[in-house]
């Protein structure tokens, strides 16, 4: 049974900095590009970010770039999110999960090529 299970999601302030963490258990790591998306109250679910199976090549939405970075631990099979400079816009419960259609991220992230949803993580962004 193929599981993600988000976690590192708190209180932060305005130009803090947040790891996530998705630990991925029932399919090994490095066969799948493994993406984080975001929901906001009232908003519709965004593509964040991700990262590519075999190269690891990465790919980020523009409302987060040069702010938040994606890597991966295949050994711990273990998907990171790390967020910088964070803003009151980057509220949200953050999900991951692993793209079933293509092993090679590509910008924007399509939902419906994911599945594996986590339960997801609150980050809450505010003063």
């Known amino acids: 049974q193929v599981q993600f299970a988000e976690s590192g999601g708190t209180l932060a302030q305005p130009g803090g900095s947040l790891t996530l963490s998705c630990a991925a258990s029932?399919?090994?790591?490095?066969?799948?590009?493994i993406g984080w998306f975001r929901q906001a109250p009232g908003k519709e679910r965004e593509g964040v970010s991700c990262?590519?199976?075999?190269?690891?090549?990465?790919v980020y939405a523009d409302s987060v770039k040069g702010r938040f970075t994606i890597s991966k631990d295949n050994a711990k099979s273990t998907v990171y999110l790390q967020m910088n400079s964070l803003e009151p816009e980057d509220t949200a419960v953050y999900y991951c999960a692993a793209n079933l259609m293509r092993r090679r991220c590509d910008t924007p992230l399509r939902g419906y090529e994911y599945d594996y949803w986590g339960q997801g993580t609150q980050v809450t962004v505010s003063s």
């Open positions: 990262i590519s199976a075999s190269d690891s090549s990465t």
């Open positions: 029932g399919l090994v790591l490095h066969d799948y590009a």
